[in-house]
């Protein structure tokens, strides 16, 4: 029989003085069922994660590791929800094939503080979509892939192939909140493109707000395919990457010289026949300063 667990502290003081608290527990549907139901600030669910955890239970190959299932004073689990996801299809497939279903046995930490859920890292690691959905930001895998655009214009020189940890796309987002409003956009472009064209709409809604409106015809042109000029530069920049996505010749260096280049000829309404994707590129008119 599953041992209760006791997860929630009303009063935050208790909390503090108490500390974390430590036992084994024997996880049955019921009690995981419980427990994620309280779970309303987590990162996005993997089913591949929670499919590959079902099947070490079910042939039993599931080991007291000793990673615990982590649970904070209000009773929201900080790590464990695919474990926990795992062991309700567990017992859905013991049923499901008359099999007497045996209880999980995990090490549980409650009465953390909130906050860690911020910078803990799990089985499948913590992306900096993860900690910015848990913050409550709207698309946030598009929203953290624009902050690292900005990590990329603002490092001049940096390459694309740079690990960006999450803290820092997390303080970039801090810095720039209204990256989060720039990120629903029209049409829906391939790739990349998204986060790269809600980085753009952001540098000249917020940062070089003369732009604005131009910035928006143009994001609008080259989503919806509808020229605003003769030999518009937005048209023939999706006509281009149309076209390369075919032969998978598009990378993010290109992407990113190739979107800027066509952004800034479409500002200056330079006409454009065919696209050549310069080998170095500036922003224009933007101050680095203000990233």
């Known amino acids: 029989m599953s041992t209760a667990v006791t997860v929630k502290l009303k009063d935050k003081t208790a909390a503090e003085n108490t500390g974390p608290a430590t036992k084994w527990v024997d996880i049955d549907d019921i009690m995981a069922k419980d427990m994620l139901s309280r779970n309303d600030q987590n990162r996005l669910l993997?089913?591949?994660?929670?499919?590959?955890?079902?099947?070490?239970?079910?042939?039993?190959?599931?080991?007291?590791?000793?990673?615990?299932?982590?649970?904070?004073e209000n009773g929201t689990i900080v790590d464990g929800q695919h474990r926990l996801n795992a062991i309700v299809a567990y017992y859905e497939h013991c049923r499901t094939n008359n099999i007497i279903p045996q209880?999980?046995?995990?090490?549980?930490?409650s009465n953390l503080d909130p906050e860690v859920r911020l910078v803990v890292d799990s089985g499948r690691k913590r992306s900096a979509a993860d900690a910015l959905g848990i913050r409550g930001v709207t698309n946030a895998p598009v929203v953290a892939a624009a902050c690292r655009w900005l990590i990329f214009i603002k490092g001049s020189g940096a390459s694309l192939k740079d690990k960006i940890s999450t803290d820092h796309v997390a303080e970039m987002f801090e810095k720039h909140p209204r990256l989060e409003e720039m990120a629903s956009l029209?049409?829906?472009?391939?790739?990349?493109?998204?986060?790269?064209?809600?980085?753009?709409?952001?540098?000249?809604?917020?940062?070089?707000?003369?732009?604005?409106?131009?910035?928006?015809?143009f994001v609008h042109a080259f989503t919806k395919g509808?020229?605003?000029?003769?030999?518009?530069?937005?048209?023939?920049?999706r006509e281009r990457c149309i076209r390369d996505s075919q032969y998978g010749a598009l990378n993010a260096p290109t992407i990113y010289a190739?979107?800027?280049?066509?952004?800034?000829m479409y500002l200056k309404r330079?006409?454009?026949?065919?696209?050549?994707?310069?080998?170095?590129v500036v922003?224009?008119?933007?101050?680095l300063g203000l990233i």
């Open 46 to 72: 993997s089913r591949g994660a929670v499919k590959s955890w079902t099947r070490c239970m079910i042939r039993d190959r599931w080991k007291l590791t000793g990673t615990p299932i982590q649970i904070d």
């Open 103 to 109: 209880p999980v046995r995990f090490l549980v930490v």
């Open 186 to 217: 029209p049409g829906r472009p391939m790739g990349t493109l998204p986060s790269l064209l809600t980085a753009i709409r952001y540098i000249d809604n917020v940062l070089i707000p003369d732009n604005g409106e131009l910035a928006e015809m």
């Open 226 to 237: 509808i020229s605003q000029y003769t030999d518009d530069a937005a048209i023939a920049w």
């Open 258 to 264: 190739g979107t800027v280049h066509a952004r800034n």
């Open 270 to 280: 330079t006409p454009i026949r065919r696209f050549q994707v310069p080998e170095n």
């Open 283 to 287: 922003f224009d008119g933007l101050d």
